[in-house]
């Protein structure tokens, strides 16, 4: 029931429906008929990104609006899968279901508290068993799975070194995290062939990603702030050039002041 005035609100079920007509071949969506699995990836990770947009600039209309659109990406992937005899929404929940009471038994039983830390370890712990069953197997995966390949560069490389620094491989010192990142810088400056070159890049690259890790920064968001910082300057400075009626070409980049603050 709702209240006068108010209009009835749909379901989850509704949302269900709604993407089993559009797939209908007789009566359905000609867009929505023809895509696949593999089709509307590209959509999924745009809703992602909009999610997080919304979240950064705290506009819950915007957050409501693209949590709505990413919920109708799972919605799509499961009536695809259903349609192909695989799962369904249902199978969906039941699995996270089960997958989030197992992985917490200090909250759904029993046990006593724990603290953060020993969570985090009888997380991973319950993950590597799940992942046993899964193969077949009863010896411990190794620490690079479940790092995805599909994962943006700079958001893998965070997760690579994590789970390498989760088994005790990693500096222990942060001073030898910034030399590392000064013995790749001059490497580059050493390379004498493009090969050379482009291999040292990759090595500072994944240094720097290090460094911004053992500092507490997820590197993933701070070169986000700098695009934003530099885009924000460009246009300043490109508007400001074009109000004195010149151009980039005939001005001296150490004469731009105050561009780098």
Known sequence: MTEK?????????????????????????????????????????EEVYEVKEAIE????????????????QIIFYCQISDENKNFNLMDVVDNISRKMKNRHPHVFSNSTKITL??????WENLKAVEKNKKKGTISPPPSMDGVINSLPALMRS????????????????????????IEELNEIKMARTQNDIEEEIDDLSFSVVNLARHLGTDPEKALRRSNLKFEK??????????????????????????FGQ
């Open 5 to 45: 005035g108010q209009k009835e609100k749909y379901s989850i079920t509704s949302l269900l429906k709604i993407k089993k007509t559009l797939r209908d071949p007789d009566k359905g969506c000609r867009w929505d008929q023809k895509q696949t699995l593999n089709s509307i990836i590209k959509y999924t990770i």
């Open 57 to 72: 600039k705290d506009r819950p209309d915007l957050l409501k609006d693209a949590l709505g659109d990413l919920l109708f």
């Open 117 to 122: 830390k020993e969570q985090q370890i009888s």
């Open 158 to 181: 965070l997760k690579l070194q994590k789970n390498a620094s989760k088994v005790g491989f990693d500096w222990p010192e942060i001073a030898q995290v910034y030399d590392k990142v």
């Open 233 to 258: 300057r460009f246009r300043n400075l490109e508007n400001k050039l074009f109000c004195e009626k010149k151009v980039f070409q005939t001005v001296q980049l150490k004469n731009l002041k105050n």
